[in-house]
């Protein structure tokens, strides 16, 4: 029954205090603001991936594999490294990027890119028929920002 009791009070209090639902209110205007204000410019990757599998030795498959990034944000993002890592965050290889002279890959807004690598690892025979939560793709922008795909790749 306490907190009945400290609860009207509390209501009375807000009565009494015009002034506070006030200012409430406005930062909770100010802050939906500030939000709707950066969409614009918020930057979104979603990928998936192809993987054609060859055994080399015994403990080991070597996979081909070809990585399909697209830009669905609203600003174009330079991408310097694609990487496989496993669920723990270990890298298992980098995509070749196929940039040339250049420093990074552009992908502008609503354009799709795709690189390809090689990659040998005890993974891709474990779980070569579904990589969901076993492996991500990790894009790094020319910031340094990561951006992490996972669970979007194809089964079967």
């Not at 603001?33 to 990928?47: L, Q, T």
């Not at 080991?60 to 890592?85: A, D, H, M, S």
């Not at 690598?117 to 939560?133: K, Q």
């Amino acid at each position: 029954m306490n907190i009945l009791k400290y609860g009207k009070t509390f209501i009375n209090w807000c009565n009494l205090n015009v002034g506070f639902l006030n200012v409430l209110l406005s930062l909770c205007t100010l802050r939906l603001s500030v939000s709707i204000a950066r969409m614009p410019y918020k930057k979104k990757i979603v990928g998936t991936l192809e993987i054609m599998t060859a055994k080399t030795g015994d403990p080991y498959f070597e996979c081909f594999i070809k990585v399909y990034l697209t830009n669905v944000g609203n600003v174009p993002i330079y991408i310097k490294r694609v990487e496989i890592t496993d669920w723990k965050g270990k890298s298992l290889g980098t995509c070749l990027m196929r940039t040339g002279h250049r420093e990074c890959q552009e992908l502008e807004r609503g354009k799709s890119y795709f690189c390809e690598g090689m990659f040998v690892d005890p993974i891709f025979e474990r779980h070569a028929m579904d990589l969901n939560g076993h492996v991500k793709i990790r894009v790094t922008d020319i910031n340094g920002k990561k951006y992490y795909i996972s669970r979007t790749f194809p089964v079967g």
